[in-house]
């Protein structure tokens, strides 16, 4: 796997778009990757992270294959700095790990049959440890940060838009191991649903980090 952080350009109007769109950040990011006639781009994960204080983004990517940043279309107004680096995350039972992910936690309404978002952090943590439980992890410590609901809208090829309404939690804590292949899944193919709207990437960092 492989780990970029691309800080994008504030004074770039699309810069600015796209933080406030997330799947048309999405569609961009992909433009690094091999297209479905080379193989795909396979799972990509990413995060948007805002510096209220100073105006600053980034993006955190996670990719099984090597992006070429400079493929995206206008990278030198889009993008100020990119590193990228292998992922080889090295995992053994009961390793303690610092991790945050920002997750759209769901659960499915027993009156309308629909997924719907879970709003009280009880039942978010709650969530999040059931995960836990079939990826490899458990979770020490954590803390949860409310972001309210992310709004976009989807386009598709013939041009009919579908509004999309995602709850947004940011988990910051410790895990522990428990099953490194399980865990090095989890990290692979990250932790709930809507992906492709910058949510599920799990990082992790020493402790001493």
């Not at 810069?15 to 992909?30: F, I, K, N």
């Not at 303690?96 to 992910?101: K, P, Q, S």
């Not at 410790?174 to 649903?193: C, E, H, P």
């Amino acid at each position: 796997m492989y780990l970029s952080l691309l800080r994008l350009n504030p004074r770039s109007k699309r810069a600015l778009t796209e933080s406030s769109r997330p799947y048309e950040l999405h569609r961009s990011l992909l433009k690094a990757f091999p297209d479905k006639a080379d193989g795909g781009p396979g799972r990509v994960l990413f995060r948007l992270d805002m510096n209220e204080q100073t105006g600053g983004i980034s993006v955190l990517i996670q990719s099984e294959k090597k992006p070429f940043w400079t493929n995206l279309n206008g990278y030198t107004e889009f993008v100020t700095e990119c590193k990228c680096k292998e992922f080889k995350p090295a995992l053994a039972p009961g390793q303690v790990l610092r991790f945050r992910l920002r997750a759209n936690p769901t659960k499915r309404s027993k009156s309308t049959g629909k997924r719907e978002g879970i709003l009280k952090t009880e039942e978010q943590v709650e969530w999040l440890r059931k995960k836990g439980m079939n990826g490899g992890f458990e979770v020490c410590e954590v803390f949860t940060v409310d972001e309210g609901f992310a709004k976009d809208k989807m386009t598709d090829t013939d041009n009919a838009g579908h509004h999309t309404n995602m709850l947004s939690v940011r988990f910051d804590g410790l895990l522990r191991v428990t099953d490194s292949d399980a865990f090095q899944s989890t990290l692979r193919d990250g932790i709930g649903s809507a992906k492709g709207f910058g949510f599920g990437l799990l990082s992790v960092a020493s402790v001493k980090e």
